[in-house]
């Protein structure tokens, strides 16, 4: 500092009005590229949601199923436990065993 400090002893007003004018610059062009960063994540993000919420969240189902079972279930943003618990459901107020019901696929209906 003590080098900085005798070097701006003498220093005349242009040299000074030069200095400010650079260092704002800087500023604001740091400030320029961090806004541009900032949108370009912005958009990134933003496509990575919409091209997830395009799809539907299909779950994968086992090529071969369980022995006893009636075949393959596709789920529809549909969590496992759910699934399972209105198969469940279904099962007990028909009064027929899990295995002789087939379920082809469960999707939530929203209103």
Same mark, same amino acid.
């Given at each position: 500092m003590f080098l900085v400090n005798q070097a701006m002893?003498?220093?005349s007003i242009g040299t000074a009005a030069i200095i400010v004018v650079l260092g704002m610059g800087v500023v604001f062009l740091g400030l320029a590229l961090l806004m541009w960063v900032t949108q370009l994540m912005g958009k990134i993000m933003a496509g990575r949601r919409k091209?997830?919420?395009?799809?539907?969240n299909v779950q994968p189902? /086992?090529?071969?199923?369980a022995p006893g079972s009636a075949g393959q279930v596709k789920l529809y943003d549909v969590p496992d436990r759910t699934a399972a618990i209105l198969?469940?459901?279904?099962? &007990?107020?028909?009064?027929?065993?899990? &295995?002789?019901?087939?379920?082809? /696929?469960?999707?939530?209906?929203?209103?």
């Open positions: 002893v003498d220093v091209k997830a919420a395009a799809a539907p189902v /086992s090529a071969k199923p198969m469940a459901i279904v099962a &007990n107020k028909t009064g027929k065993p899990l &295995n002789e019901l087939r379920f082809l /696929s469960i999707r939530e209906i929203k209103e």
